[in-house]
């Protein structure tokens, strides 16, 4: 069960910290048609992106499934990708079983890295500009990411060295508490995704993309069967897969846990039947082994 070394941890929420995403992967769309097909694919408008910019985008299948979840950048000769650690070679595959007719290309940009600036103090001037490709809204919300020459890791790096750099262990109570699912933990080949909180990852006006029917219905419904939401465990150190009940009926399961250096306690984040999302609505352990409390997200 991660936890958050204090130093770090501080320095990623009072002053500032990086954080080493070059395990994140790009793909490069390249071609005359290549912001059309990949607005075809994703559930955002990347249309509407002014050079330089970027969003949230998730991909689906025919039939809604998750294929993965990541943004699109818009660079002035590519569509850039950027998705998680080993989702490349799913999302490539998944883009190019419908690329037909389209004059594009999709192409694994193994030339770039992430690093991630975490903190209020954050500054993207602390690296040299020279090996900054495009700079993004950080992952969780607030702070940077800086795409970068991979080739300039080590610059960078060096140009990093007087902050502190964040462990894979306080990079995930920060992400546990900023409430940001992630895919292949929180999220699965069978994730809808409103039931993720992805809402910010999907435009309801931009026409047609693979997966759009699904997404139209389950808004038209107007409400999710599940959600995933915050809960406060207190001491109860839950695992990944734990059910959660009311009244004798399974209401819930568990996708990620942590201790929370914000909330004092072990966090999770779960999906909770849609009757159960009000934040304090208390909810029973298996073998009456206790209560926990649902929160709203981010913690």
């Not at 389209?102 to 103090?121: F, K």
């Not at 039947?273 to 997200?297: E, N, W």
Request: proline share 5%.
């Amino acid at each position: 069960m991660p936890a958050a070394d204090l130093t770090e941890y501080l320095a990623a929420t009072t002053t500032a910290a990086w954080v080493d995403f070059s395990a994140r992967e790009q793909l490069r769309v390249i071609g005359p048609d290549r912001v059309s097909f990949v607005h075809g694919m994703v559930t955002n408008d990347i249309t509407g992106l002014a050079e330089g910019a970027s969003c949230p985008v998730a991909m689906l299948t025919a039939k809604g499934a998750m294929v993965g979840d990541g943004r699109v950048l818009k660079l002035p000769d590519a569509v850039l990708i950027d998705t998680g650690a080993g989702q490349g070679a799913a999302v490539k595959a998944f883009l190019e079983k419908y690329l037909i007719s389209e004059d594009a290309e999709v192409q694994v940009a193994s030339e770039l890295a992430m690093i991630g600036l975490l903190g209020p103090a954050a500054d993207p001037s602390l690296v040299p500009p020279g090996a900054i490709v495009a700079t993004l809204p950080g992952l969780l919300g607030s702070g940077h990411d800086l795409l970068v020459r991979r080739e300039a890791l080590g610059e960078v790096r060096a140009a990093l060295v007087g902050l502190p750099s964040i462990s894979d262990s306080t990079l995930e109570v920060l992400r546990i508490e900023a409430g940001v699912p992630r895919f292949g933990v929180d999220m699965t080949e069978t994730t809808i995704p409103l039931e993720a909180n992805l809402e910010k990852a999907l435009h309801y006006n931009k026409g047609c993309y693979i997966g759009q029917e699904v997404i139209a219905r389950a808004t038209y419904r107007g409400q999710m069967n599940k959600k995933l939401v915050g809960v406060l465990l207190g001491e109860h150190a839950l695992e990944r897969g734990a059910e959660l009940f009311k009244a004798e009926k399974r209401v819930g399961r568990v996708t990620s846990v942590a201790r929370s250096e914000k909330t004092r306690q072990l966090i999770a984040l779960a999906y909770v039947h849609r009757d159960h999302l009000t934040p304090g609505t208390v909810l029973d352990l298996p073998a009456a082994a206790g209560t926990v409390t649902v929160s709203a997200l981010p913690f």
